[in-house]
């Protein structure tokens, strides 16, 4: 089976550093991008960017670029998210997916999420 | 990046129709992609392509796009399907990643 499988939710302060993780299993973890979207509470979906874990190419939103990192390790099939000072509007749930889809049929979309980490930021 | 525009809320008798639409100036040359994120839930793949189903999405679910609305068509709406449901697009041009801001549908 195809999983996403997503650390714990955190309860952080103010200007503290986080990574959270997503770890992959039942596919071939470095042949898929990886993408991050947040939902802050009670509000949609925010695509923050993707990377890939075979050669950790990124690509941030606008929105996020300079805000956080996406990094990987593709020996243990893993993607990470990570702030390196919190703020509270960082405040939200965070999901990894998988993406699939081909430029030249369809584009691109996420076929398999993880169950989300929910990040706490208080001052 | 363009925006996709959904109606806040659909209503809908158990039984009946329900349909949600997702606009923009993108629509008509990319592919719309939609999905289902039920309370306390991730999101859920629930039409890719337009109008494509993965395996395990019930028929009842359908996708459709004419010019530059696409439509998500929940037939024979059930209390299970309460949910919101979200449509997202790749943008070619600048490799975005566009979602719309959901859809509440709501079952009376």
């Known amino acids: 089976e195809v999983q996403l499988v997503q650390s714990g939710a955190e309860v952080k302060k103010v200007g503290e550093t986080l990574r959270i993780s997503c770890k992959g299993s039942?596919?071939?973890?470095?042949?898929?991008?990886i993408g991050w979207v947040r939902q802050m509470p009670g509000k949609g979906l925010e695509w923050m960017g993707i990377?890939?874990?075979?050669?950790?190419?990124?690509r941030y939103s606008p929105s996020f670029q300079g805000q956080v990192t996406f990094s990987v390790d593709k020996s243990i099939s893993a993607a990470y998210l990570q702030w390196s000072s919190l703020k509270a509007s960082d405040t939200a749930v965070y999901y990894c997916?998988?993406?699939?889809?081909?430029?030249?049929?369809?584009?691109?979309?996420?076929?398999?999420w993880g169950k989300g980490t929910t990040v706490t930021v208080s001052s | 990046s363009d925006v996709l525009t959904q109606p806040p809320s659909v209503s809908v008798a158990p039984g009946k129709t329900a349909r949600i639409t997702c606009g923009g100036n993108?629509?008509?040359?990319?592919?719309v992609h939609w999905y289902q994120q039920k309370p306390g839930q991730a999101p859920l793949m629930a039409i890719y392509?337009?109008?494509d189903r993965p395996s395990g999405i019930p028929e009842r679910l359908s996708g459709s796009k004419s010019g530059n609305t696409a439509t998500l068509t929940i037939s024979r709406v059930e209390a299970g399907d309460e949910a919101d449901y979200y449509c997202?697009?790749?943008?070619?041009?600048?490799?975005?990643?566009?979602f719309g801001a959901g859809t509440k549908v709501i079952v009376l």
């Open positions: 997916a998988r993406r699939q889809g081909s430029r030249w049929s369809g584009g691109f979309y996420m076929d398999v």
């Open positions: 993108n629509v008509g040359r990319n592919s």
């Open positions: 997202q697009v790749w943008e070619s041009d600048n490799d975005h990643y566009v």
């Open positions: 039942g596919y071939s973890f470095t042949n898929y991008w």
């Open positions: 990377i890939h874990p075979g050669d950790a190419d990124t």
């Open positions: 392509n337009d109008s």
